[in-house]
């Protein structure tokens, strides 16, 4: 079956868990659809159920009240783990330790983690590019960061993420979304 209960389970409550969030951005957008396309990015490279989900609830512990506990109860250890895997662990944190930890993370995540992250990056990357040839630089003023600082970031989290798993098959994607953001560059 394509479509499974649990597929539809995780949809719902991320839908659920997301309603009245917006991306950032001009264009006022549903969260919810960052990470349901995260989870068609994964579906779309062949990627198994439980890293599909993963990717469905990636910023669910993240950015709502859904809990560890409730992951690992609906969806089970696996999911539960890469979810958390790709969380910030301390949100009260500054915005540049927060990311800092999270790179360094990188290294010790497992292949199912590893794309979920890579889906994550690549949907920001690719929503950046659309934004940037739209809008030019004002898309960068939404951002916690400098645009140098931003760029930086993710030029180095491609290096990580390709340094952890040669093979991961989102690479050549990431890697294309790279030399775009490269344009960037003043």
């Not at 009240?65 to 999911?79: A, L, N, P, Q, Y």
């Not at 992250?117 to 400098?146: M, Q, R, V």
């Not at 930086?152 to 990580?160: D, G, K, Q, T």
Request: charged share 30%; with cysteine; aromatic share 6%.
């Amino acid at each position: 079956m394509v479509y499974t209960d649990k597929l539809q389970k995780a949809t719902y409550l991320a839908i659920q868990a997301h309603n009245g969030q917006v991306r950032k951005g001009k264009f006022i957008v549903p969260y919810v659809t960052h990470p349901l396309t995260v989870g068609l990015i994964l579906a779309k490279i062949g990627a198994d159920e439980n890293v599909i989900i993963a990717g469905i609830l990636h910023d669910s512990i993240e950015d709502t009240d859904v809990t560890k506990e409730k992951i690992k109860k609906e969806f089970g250890e696996e999911v539960c783990e890469m979810v958390d895997d790709v969380t910030e662990q301390d949100k009260t944190l500054p915005w540049d330790t927060r990311k800092r930890l999270a790179m360094e993370h990188i290294p010790h995540m497992n292949h199912g983690s590893l794309l979920v992250k890579s889906a994550d990056l690549l949907h920001n990357l690719t929503d950046i590019i659309a934004d940037y040839k739209k809008e030019g630089e004002e898309i960068f003023k939404i951002f916690h960061a400098s645009k140098k600082m931003q760029l930086e970031r993710y030029n180095n989290l491609i290096s990580a993420i390709e340094k952890a798993w040669t093979e991961n098959p989102l690479l050549p994607d990431l890697k294309k979304a790279q030399i775009e953001i490269g344009k960037f560059w003043d």
